[in-house]
């Protein structure tokens, strides 16, 4: 399972550039969240994150936008190891009197971050989390 899920993983972050192009943000969030199944229920989510790090350490596409390609990543792996992980974005306040806004996005699981982190100066201004989670 475990050598499965390493070339599935190598495999997604390479094709990720391809799959995303010209879709919005909410599509792209339902290709991340995955069919439901759970091949890899049980995984350690600290292996999912380290490993979701290593495969995106070195982009050669999506430089520019690493955490979004991080996020997208460890919300769909984590999802797929059965866990209910949530995709936080985030906007530099400091930006937005600029002509480009500074955006950021980051995975946390069970109230942690477990993928990137909020920067300094970070305005949180969306969390998705899973269409069957309930918030209360």
């Known amino acids: 399972m475990l050598h499965l899920f390493y070339v599935e993983l ?42 979701v790090m290593r495969t995106t350490r070195k ?6 936008r690493r955490c979004f390609r991080q996020g997208l990543l460890g919300l769909r ?29 980051w995975v946390v699981l069970d109230g942690q971050p477990i993928i990137s982190d909020i ?3 970070m305005v949180e201004v969306h969390i998705h989390t899973s269409p069957d989670t309930k918030t209360s």
């Open 10 to 51: 190598w495999l997604t972050a390479r094709l990720l550039p391809l799959l995303i192009a010209g879709r919005d943000l909410a599509s792209i969030l339902r290709l991340a969240e995955g069919n439901g199944r759970t091949p890899y229920r049980g995984l350690d989510p600290k292996l999912i994150s380290a490993a």
């Open 77 to 105: 792996f984590l999802k797929k190891a059965g866990y209910d992980p949530a995709l936080h974005f985030g906007i530099d306040a400091n930006s937005l009197e600029t002509p480009i806004v500074s955006a950021h996005c």
């Open 119 to 121: 920067l300094e100066d």
């Open 59 to 64: 982009p050669w596409l999506m430089r520019k």
